[in-house]
């Protein structure tokens, strides 16, 4: 507590004699407009009034004490409500009042400095205010005269500091050689005065809030000012007296550094290696932590902005679209979302974000949007009864198989598939003849059956698809050198010569050994039926060559995995060795191991090997950086140049047992779930060989965090991030692949459905798979429909079947998301199993599932979008039916079970999520759904199953979450009669929704704040304990020198007033809503990169 002034008034409690006493020490000259203002101004109004207009200097400091006593007691709310009654307005009158004398009074000018620091700190608009009083250069004015004063100077300081939250004072005070008055107060190492010297720096910083003072400043060559005067303090503070000024220095060197010239200039200086040496003397005393964060920051945003090693930014696949002439100049028109400006727009928008959820409150009706009419006539919609074939089939099978007992021609029916026209159109000719792609279905022709799947295999020459059988040159090395063949080199370097031919016939028959020898038996899921189906999927690169994994087969590895621990600092650490490689370059090998468009590269001997060229692979570029290091550049969307996150790819020659670090270095998105605990999965071909196929979770110091790489070609202002994780190999000689999620391919879908399509018993389950439509490429997309089959052909059987309500099930329409195609799996194989709940469930619905909405996508490895670069989450509301068929048909089939009068009583999409953890549901506007069906629909609101949380989720977990999503289904149907003839009721609390079992509003409590600063372009880490209000408290506290003797006999007078007349003075004068401090407004948390907020 510091007061100025002599206090003479006494206080009886009440607020008129307030005023009496106030009139007891004003003079004459101010009497009467206080008078004036009695009737109708509150307490505080009266003071403020007064201070503009006494002339006296101890009723000034009188006034000025009361006030400063009240808000510095106070909270904000205080100031805030000063501010509102002109307390800044009040405050700058009686400066100019008093500095515009000839010979300024100090006693008065440094309490009323202060007050109007501490005010204007809080005050937005007290820059404008203060130009409009013609405050801003007085007080400049002051400081020029006063360089030699300390306390005034440090008072003037602050106050200019405040006015500059506005832009133009900021630049007018530049404009008026601020920045040198400023600059020429800040002298090298001192003990004396530090509380000035940090005002002078926090001030000059301030002004570097424009882009004019910024380009000044480094035209006039402070940036190399500011690193010497750094240097200098660094090495001279020992005894660590003056870090708050060296943290000083460095944000205002952040500041300065804002522009391109800035940092250019700060480059030129040698600011990296001055910072990169100073930061590794302030890592070894905890007290100079503080220090290296801002230093890291600055060495960040500093260090030259390198290009992507890579030709073009595009992506290194293209496809030919249909309708167009040529392939488009897609760089030409970049992804509306690609600029850095909307990087929230570039977040997933089904990330529904806080203000989504809080659309649902909507109350005004109007708003509500109206039910969009159909995007397409009636007439196309007929086009999709066949796939409701569970309405027409007449079952006779039933009637055969109860006479014969044969199950087995039971399945023969639902075998067929039907095909479409353009099932043909391949990728090279999909523009050219649009003729035969004009989206009508009308033609269709039912194939020839497909034969049993064990038949099929049979009769498959397994060696005639010898040019999908092949494996990647990593395998083939690591197979023939653990089968005791040649050397693995020496081999290669003759396989080059031979035949092709030969070669595949030696890789099959290894192939066939391998799998008598080790075949791993995993359920539902068969290598050689793999090849098979893989062998028709249609690739823009044409895929020759199998990833080991989805071949082989993957097990869940047991036991739950929990989220790995984030050592402390890690990311620092990571940047150091990434500056390090600006700064020491004699280990740095830059050497392109691994190119996606050259396959004739050559690699070191001793190098990792990389390959990603094959279905849902994707890997661009490997650069070796050190030894023991590589750069990873992944492959932008085919015909795009952005969404890069998914990655997947083949790594081989490695040592055992040493730490390989891997970046990739071009990912999009400004934070990720690898910096809260996720890793990247691994898969070894020598572990699988060994009896544990298994994908697990692996990697150490895993962080994600903003690089200095741009777009090779420059169009875009992308800001990349880093993604490094580091693997410790356990075999020498392995082939592993590593991926950013479990892989889940098409092939695996298709080979998937048909071991579906087996296992069910025809008698009971109606099980059948078609083909919805054709994709760009040529793919097809699978509908498969699950119900039970009616227990007999009796009329009233056939009617319950035919009567069931739809349950519409999608998943995989971000390729990305491979999470979704394995939570679809487990619905899948739930739905077809033996469960009794499964059982009811075939009973009490029909489920149309379409398992993967962007085939495509899937097996291009891209991430977001569909091979038009479109998202195809985004085509829903006016889907092309040549350019989006999955979403236009998937439309259309919807539209026509509406029209039959069928609509689904559940849809749902199945999605991943890339920054969100754990299950949870995203429910469509509960108002608007209600309002555009016009009837009353029971919802589920937005719930999470905690169960997961802290684990990384596994594919048994994943494939657990479909199952269970499959119980809550449960709760759907009206009919619990059908439940409780299955005895379920022992099984299932029907009371009890499954989902709301402890269930969580999943945006209550997400991640908290990232560990450390993803991004470098923020404003500079705040020091604990250095704000401007303790500052000017404790320049108030301190008496200088050079300053007025008088102060300190003040104090020990104004102590001398009672605590209790003080807080009443308090309470009279301010409104009782912002008297009490613990009434706080409840604040707000708000993470701008998480692009989420969340309300305490
Ligand atoms: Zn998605």
Not at 97 to 114: C, R
Not at 313 to 341: C, I, K, N, R
């Amino acid at each position: 507590m510091s007061v100025y002034g002599q206090n003479h008034f006494t206080w009886n409690g009440t607020l008129r004699d307030l005023h009496g006493s106030y009139t007891g020490f004003c003079t004459g000259r101010g009497r009467p407009s206080m008078t004036a203002t009695l009737s109708s101004s509150s307490g505080l109004e009266v003071l403020l009034s007064t201070l503009q207009n006494v002339g006296d200097v101890e009723s000034t400091l009188n006034i000025l004490s009361v006030l400063d006593e009240l808000l510095s007691a106070g909270t904000d709310r205080r100031i805030h409500y000063m501010i509102k009654k002109g307390g800044s307005e009040a405050l700058l009158t009686a400066l100019v009042k008093y500095g515009h004398t000839f010979s300024p009074n100090y006693t008065i000018l440094i309490p009323l400095l202060h007050l109007l620091a501490k005010v204007g700190h809080k005050d937005r608009r007290i820059g404008m205010k203060a130009e409009e009083a013609g405050a801003v250069l007085l007080t400049l004015n002051l400081l020029k005269h006063n360089g030699q004063h300390a306390r005034r100077t440090a008072a003037c300081l602050w106050v200019i500091q405040v006015f500059c939250s506005s832009v133009s004072t900021a630049n007018l005070i530049g404009e008026n050689y601020g920045l040198d008055v400023i600059y020429r107060l800040i002298p090298q190492y001192t003990t004396k005065h530090l509380h000035a010297i940090k005002a002078a720096i926090n001030a000059f910083s301030a002004l570097l809030c424009t882009k004019a003072n910024v380009c000044s400043a480094v035209s006039k060559g402070y940036i190399s000012g500011f690193l010497w005067l750094y240097e200098d303090w660094h090495s001279k503070d020992n005894q660590d007296v003056a870090i708050a000024i060296r943290h000083a220095l460095l944000c205002c060197l952040l500041k300065a550094t804002d522009s391109t010239a800035g940092r250019q200039a700060f480059l030129s200086q040698g600011g990296i290696r001055l910072l990169y040496q100073t930061a590794q003397t302030c890592l070894l005393s905890k007290n100079l932590e503080c220090l290296v964060e801002p230093s890291v920051q600055l060495m960040r945003k500093c260090l030259p902005r390198i290009p992507l090693p890579v030709t073009s930014d595009q992506s290194a696949y293209s496809f030919l679209l249909p309708g167009t002439p040529a392939f488009p100049d897609v760089s030409e028109t970049p992804d509306e979302s690609s600029d850095e400006s909307d990087a929230e727009e570039a977040e997933d928008n089904h990330e529904a974000n806080n203000r989504d959820y809080d659309d649902d409150l909507e109350t005004d009706v109007n708003k509500l949007r109206l039910p969009p009419d159909p995007d397409r006539p009636k007439e196309l919609l007929t086009q999709y009864s066949c796939f409701c074939p569970e309405l027409s089939h007449d079952f006779q099978e039933l009637d055969l198989s109860s006479e014969t007992g044969d199950s087995s021609t039971a399945s023969s029916s639902s075998d067929d598939e039907v095909v479409l026209l353009n099932k043909d159109r391949t990728k090279t000719t999909a523009g050219r003849d649009s003729s035969t792609s004009d989206g009508s279905y009308s033609e269709m022709e039912i194939s020839s059956r497909d034969m049993p799947a064990a038949a099929h295999l049979e009769a498959c020459d397994f060696h005639s698809h010898s040019s999908i059988l092949g494996t990647s040159p990593g395998f083939r090395t690591m197979v023939r050198g653990a089968m005791g063949e040649a050397s693995p080199c020496q081999r290669e370097d003759e396989q080059d010569n031979e035949e092709d031919g030969t070669e595949e016939f030696y890789h099959h028959t290894i192939i066939d050994r391998l799998l008598e020898r080790h075949g791993a038996g995993i359920p539902h899921h068969d290598p050689k039926l793999y090849c098979a189906v893989a062998s028709k999927t249609k690739s823009i690169p044409d895929f020759s060559i199998l990833a080991f994994p989805d071949f082989w087969g993957h097990l869940p590895p047991p036991g739950h995995q929990p989220m790995a621990p984030r050592k402390p600092n890690i990311q620092r650490q990571k940047v150091f060795e990434d500056i390090q490689r600006f700064l020491k370059t004699d280990d740095i090998i830059n050497h392109v191991v691994f190119d996606l468009e050259d396959s004739n590269l050559q690699c070191q001997s001793d190098s990792l090997r990389f390959f990603s060229k094959f279905e849902s692979g994707n890997l661009r570029k490997a650069v070796q950086v050190r030894r023991y290091e590589y750069d990873l550049i992944l492959n932008p969307d085919v015909n795009s140049s952005q969404h890069t996150q998914w990655f997947y790819f083949e790594v081989s020659n490695m040592a055992a047992d040493v730490p390989y670090r891997f970046n990739v270095i071009n990912c999009e998105k400004s934070n990720s779930q690898f910096n809260y605990g996720m890793q990247p999965v691994l898969y070894s071909v020598k572990e699988a060989l060994e009896g544990r196929p298994h994908w697990i979770r692996t990697g150490t110091e895993i962080c994600y965090f903003r690089n200095n790489f741009c777009p090779a070609q420059g169009r875009r202002r992308t800001t990349f991030y880093t993604l490094t994780f580091t693997i410790t190999f356990k075999h020498s000689e392995d082939v592993c692949y590593l991926a950013y999620h479990y892989p889940y391919t098409y092939s695996a879908l298709m080979a998937h459905l048909k071991i579906l399509q087996k296992s069910v018993d025809p008698a009971k389950v109606f099980f059948k798979q078609q083909t919805l439509c054709s994709t760009l490429a040529g793919n097809s997309c699978p509908i498969v429909t699950i119900t039970a089959c009616p227990v007999s052909r009796r009329w009233k059987d056939l009617h319950q079947m035919r009567n069931r309500p739809y349950i519409v099930l999608t998943s995989r329409v971000h390729p990305g998301e491979s999470n979704a195609s394995w939570v679809m799996k487990g619905t899948l194989e739930f739905l077809c199993s033996n469960d009794l709940v499964a059982q009811s469930l075939r009973e009490a619905f029909v489920f149309k599932v379409i398992p993967m909405l962007n085939p495509d996508g899937v097996i291009n490895g891209t991430n977001r979008c569909d091979l038009n670069s479109k998202d195809l989450n985004r085509q829903w509301s006016k889907p092309d039916p040549l350019l989006s068929p999955t979403i236009y048909h998937t439309k259309g089939f919807l539209y026509y079970l509406n029209i039959i009068g069928r609509t689904p009583v559940v849809f749902c999409d199945y999605h991943g999520h890339s920054r969100k953890k754990n299950v949870f549901l995203y429910g469509c506007s509960i108002k608007e759904t209600l309002w555009q069906s016009g009837s009353a629909v029971d919802t589920v609101g937005l719930k999470e199953d905690p169960g997961y949380r802290g684990l990384q989720t596994g594919t048994q977990e994943h494939q657990e979450m479909g199952m269970k999503f499959c119980h809550s289904l449960l709760s759907v149907t009206k009919d619990t009669r059908i439940l409780y003839s299955r005895k379920l009721i022992n099984h299932i609390d029907l009371d009890h929704n499954m989902l709301d079992h402890k269930s969580h509003n999943c945006f209550e409590d997400d991640e908290p704040p990232c560990a450390e600063e993803i991004e470098y372009s923020g404003g500079c880490p705040t020091l604990k304990g250095s704000d401007l209000d303790s500052d000017i408290d404790s320049n108030m506290a301190h008496v200088d020198d050079d300053d007025d003797k008088e102060h300190n006999a003040q104090k020990h007078q104004q102590d001398s007033i009672s605590q209790s007349q003080q807080s009443s003075i308090k309470n009279h004068l301010f409104p009782p809503q912002t008297r009490q401090p613990s009434v706080d407004t409840p604040s707000e948390r708000r993470d701008l990169r998480n692009g989420l907020s969340i309300a305490k």
